[in-house]
């Protein structure tokens, strides 16, 4: 079977706007959360985000563009043109008709959405003002994709789905798809999402889903931590190149590792909580194993879901416990999500972009503010400080709402694909 190959990498991340950035600061155990600054939280019992910082849309899209477009789209766009320049993907030489663009968000324009509603309940806001024309184009949750294509002037087939907190590593499995079906030789893949607003505030405080700690924002995140509380909500984009092999090889293009494939599997349980055996968890990591021919012994990393909730990581060490029997303690698993947030729909494809870097270099980020470990989570997870090890197979775990389980497998790059060396 022809090999998928990881190319390129683009990201903008609460620790970072572009990868080179976003991949030292996890290194070195940096954290990007901090009190909310996009409106006034002073009234929420949760007031901390993992935002973006310094962004400014103008840098990446001309003043039309941005009038059109809402900031999910922007932080797409700006991933994609990182990571197709880190592909050295000459866009002027290729066959566009052949260049596919898979870019999946959860939650997408929500701070549109509720513009336009304080406008419309705004007993002025009819005559001084109006929902703007572009409204509709810009929420629909398929324009971060097309606003990518566009940008990009890539006429392959363009996707859209939602998996809520999966979206980002469903994105790469469709892309690989797309490619092994032969309808793209190359594919522009990944998740984001931008929905810091008083609204998703509101709505996730009432379910008590966000962790509370105001007064540490740094220290709130805490993944498999005894003292755990809750997730902390952030924003971002991680865009990924794949290409066939054939295509890499005949552009001389070098690769950072192989997609080999996942699984996709569904609790069938509740809206919002995981089922609590963990048993579909692991029947995706499980399936995601044997469908690669990747034995439990041959995995190196697992890139958690990690989201600091009290069910999630229980419920994520059982499923990996089950998938991997024995093995389980003899691999490095560690959660991004300690020191950049939840990503929600850019979470998956930033787990696919640790993957491929600690494939290449021979390290894997930490799990910072692990310092009581809870029982129920005793596996190896990394903890306090980044670590040397070399990585030949990575796991990342995504674990959506509703239920939604995805798992892909990344492996280095084979002897027919030259590898992406350290720069």
């Known amino acids: 079977m022809e090999q998928v190959l990881v190319t390129g990498l683009g990201a903008i991340t609460p620790v970072g706007r572009d990868v080179p950035n976003t991949w030292s600061a996890l290194l070195a155990g ?13 009234r929420l019992s949760t007031r901390i985000a993992g935002e973006v910082k310094d962004f400014d849309p103008s840098e990446v899209l001309d003043t039309k563009r941005l009038r059109r477009t809402a900031r999910v789209s922007q932080f797409a766009v700006a991933a994609a043109r ?8 000459d866009l002027e030489g290729e066959d566009r008709s052949r260049i596919g663009v898979v870019v999946n968000t959860a939650v997408g324009a ?16 009819r005559t001084t003002r109006r929902v703007s024309p572009y409204f509709v184009s810009s929420v ?14 890539v006429h392959g087939p363009v996707t859209a789905s939602a998996l809520a907190c999966a979206s980002g590593s469903y994105a ?156 389980a303690d003899q691999v490095a698993v560690s959660s991004p ?15 696919a972009m640790v993957c491929a870097l600690a494939i290449r270099d021979g390290q894997v980020p930490p799990t910072v503010n692990l310092e009581t470990p809870d029982p129920e989570c005793d596996l190896d997870y990394v903890p306090g400080r980044a670590r040397e090890l070399r990585v030949d197979t990575a796991v990342a775990n995504a674990f959506g709402f509703g239920g939604q389980n995805c798992v892909i497998v990344l492996r280095a790059p084979g002897p027919d694909a030259p590898a992406r060396r350290l720069e």
């Open 82 to 89: 990182e990571a197709v320049a880190d592909a050295a993907l």
């Open 140 to 153: 629909i949750p398929n324009m971060p994709a097309c606003e990518v294509a566009i940008d990009l002037g």
């Open 337 to 351: 999500k300690s020191m950049v947030g939840h990503l929600i729909g850019a979470a998956g494809s930033l787990s």
């Open 110 to 125: 929500m701070g549109e959405v509720e513009k336009a509603a304080r406008t419309l309940d705004d007993p002025h806001g």
């Open 30 to 42: 940096k954290s990007g959360i901090g009190p909310i600054s996009s409106f006034d939280a002073s």
């Open 172 to 327: 790469l499995l469709e892309a690989r798809r797309l490619i092994l079906s032969g309808e793209a030789d190359v594919v522009v893949c990944g998740g984001t999402d931008a929905a810091i607003t008083e609204v998703m505030f509101e709505g996730l405080t009432t379910m008590g889903a966000l962790s509370r700690l105001n007064d540490e924002p740094q220290l709130a995140s805490r993944p498999f931590d005894a003292d755990r509380d809750g997730f902390v909500f952030a924003e971002g984009a991680v865009v990924v190149v794949l290409e066939s092999a054939t295509h890499a090889r005949e552009r001389g293009a070098t690769a950072y590792a192989q997609l080999l494939g996942g699984a996709l599997t569904s609790d069938a349980f509740h809206v919002s909580a995981p089922e609590p055996s963990g048993t579909y968890a692991a029947e995706a990591i499980r399936q995601a194993l044997q469908r690669t021919g990747v034995g439990p012994q041959e995995i190196d990393y697992i890139c958690a879901h990690g989201t600091s909730t009290r069910a999630n990581d229980r419920t994520e060490t059982a499923a990996i416990r089950s998938a991997l029997g024995s093995a």
